[in-house]
């Protein structure tokens, strides 16, 4: 069994700006966790530690797996980017397979199947500038299973999307949660961390209760 991604009194800060305080927490393989608290109490920050793309400025990560995914929230993505859904869904296998390498079978597979999951197969040579929110969210969920990560981290999903796409992130969420997947989600949704099996709720970069 792989050991879990633990977080062990870690602190953040974006200049002299506190942005997580101390944090220490352990995130068990195959749940989801649902981070929550207002804007600016350390949600994508915390997401950003367990990604690897930010480092924090004293405590420890371990467990942390080398394949992990991060969904950003789509609004983050440029819409003026020129690149298709299939390419971007596709950039979800890289990790495995290299920029400079082609695709295999088995790659066109998955990204195929994780199309089908998030409903975006007939949008497959659209560009991302042609979407709309709902589906330009969909297209990054689906580079996210695409990566086939045993750690997928999401970033508000449900942010500003319509109610198809609302039920095709949920669905996911559970079915990755039930295949080993760990999963941790940073949402203002109170039915998704209604749904989580652990809930956080961060106060400027605090823990300020866990349920």
């Not at 560009?127 to 695409?146: C, E, K, M, P, V």
């Amino acid at each position: 069994m792989r050991e879990p991604p633990r977080l062990t009194d870690i602190s953040h800060r974006y200049a002299r700006v506190p942005s997580l305080r101390n944090i220490t927490l352990t995130v068990e393989p195959g749940t989801v966790t649902a981070l929550v608290g207002g804007n600016g109490s350390g949600k994508s920050t915390l997401l950003g530690i367990l990604a690897g793309t930010l480092r924090p400025t004293s405590g420890v990560a371990a467990g942390i797996p080398e394949n992990t995914a991060l969904v950003p929230q789509h609004s983050a993505a440029p819409e003026l980017f020129p690149v298709t859904v299939r390419r971007t869904v596709a950039m979800g296998r890289w990790r495995h397979r290299g920029l400079l390498h082609p695709l295999t079978r088995r790659d066109r597979d998955i990204i195929d199947a994780s199309m089908r999951r998030m409903g975006i197969t007939d949008l497959a040579d659209r560009t991302l500038s042609d979407l709309s929110g709902g589906q330009r969210q969909r297209t990054f969920i689906a580079q996210g299973l695409a990566q086939q990560a045993p750690l997928l981290l999401l970033d508000e999903p449900l942010s500003a999307v319509d109610t198809t796409t609302v039920t095709m992130i949920d669905k996911a969420v559970r079915e990755e949660s039930q295949a080993g997947t760990t999963v941790v989600i940073a949402t203002h949704h109170r039915h998704q961390a209604d749904s989580a099996d652990r809930v956080i709720v961060l106060d400027h970069g605090r823990v300020a209760k866990e349920a």
